[in-house]
């Protein structure tokens, strides 16, 4: 049996937390929220999955590789409220008494370091489970990846495989990108393609295969929704580029270092 690698996508974890929690706080009054919302699902996933190994990504602050290809990316995302941004460091000090070590890349996001992590997992004949607060790690999923995420707000969680996917979408894991091009994202401020919904977007991803499938040949389609595709067609490839997760950067995977051994109770109460 494979053994099992928890790689968790701090930041949307973080931030699922401090907008689905009330504002909890501390009896010394520091809101613990985000912290709380964390520390829960982190404690679940390990509950549920029992890993022999956790790592944890997270953003950096900066600019990455995609607002350098395009400065709309993310550019309607508020900035950090000001009472988040100690929970961060409240999380790195809980992950660091669990003895779980963390890891980042300047010019790259949380999700490009756990693609990397997990295609590493992957050769090493480990299975990886992602543990995020949102989707956008679907099109990582293989036979021996998978997405464990929270729904319906928080406690509320559910894994996604290959059948998972296929079974809401009708699409594979691979294809979530092209869906994602079409359908676009207004958390990350990608475009899209203006009039293509979800449902649009699943039925031409699954029955022309890829974004170079759609647009092979465009009389197949009503007449509103190929004036909307010709019109933005170098939209949605940008939108592909800006939505694809990098999974080749210059981190390694140390399983002496994630080798989960447990935790001091104390410590981590403390």
């Known amino acids: 049996m494979r053994e099992r690698l928890i ?6 974890l973080i931030y699922r937390g401090f907008f689905a929690i009330p504002a909890l706080t501390t ?31 997270f953003d950096l602050p900066g600019k990455t590789f995609r607002h350098e290809k395009d400065a709309t990316y993310k550019a309607t995302r508020k900035p950090m409220p000001d009472e988040l941004r100690p929970q961060f460091e409240r999380v790195k000090e809980l992950l660091d008494r ?18 990397t992590l997990a295609r590493q997992a ?12 949102d989707l956008d790690p679907l099109q990582l999923v293989t036979a021996n990846v998978k997405l ?22 009708g699409l594979a ?38 974004l170079e499938g759609v647009y092979a040949d465009l009389t197949r389609f009503t007449p509103k929704l190929r004036e909307s595709l010709a019109a933005h067609r170098e939209q949605a490839f940008r939108s592909r580029e800006m939505a694809t997760i990098v999974t080749d950067l210059p981190v390694t995977l140390e399983t002496a270092r994630t080798r ?8 981590v109460l403390a």
Not at 122 to 133: C, K, P, T
Not at 148 to 169: C, L, P, S, W
Not at 197 to 208: C, F, I, M, P, S
Not at 260 to 267: M, V
């Open 98 to 115: 669990f003895g779980v070590p963390m890891y980042s890349l300047p010019g790259y996001e949380a999700d490009d370091v756990i693609g």
């Open 173 to 210: 894991p691979s294809q979530m990108i092209d869906f994602k091009a079409l359908k676009g994202d207004t958390t990350d401020n990608i475009p899209g393609v203006p009039g293509v919904g979800d449902k649009t977007a699943a039925k031409l991803v699954a029955e022309h295969g890829d």
């Open 27 to 57: 009896t010394k009054g520091e809101l613990s929220n985000a912290t709380f919302g964390f520390a829960s699902i982190f404690l679940k996933a390990i509950e549920e999955i029992k890993p022999q190994h956790i790592a944890a990504a």
């Open 148 to 169: 464990f995420t929270t729904r319906m707000g928080f406690q509320n969680t559910v894994i996604y495989d290959e059948a998972k996917i296929h079974e809401r979408y």
């Open 260 to 267: 989960w051994r447990g935790y001091d109770r104390a410590a």
């Open 122 to 133: 992957e050769a090493a004949g480990l299975e990886a489970i992602i543990v995020s607060g």
């Open 7 to 12: 790689l968790i996508d701090s930041n949307s």
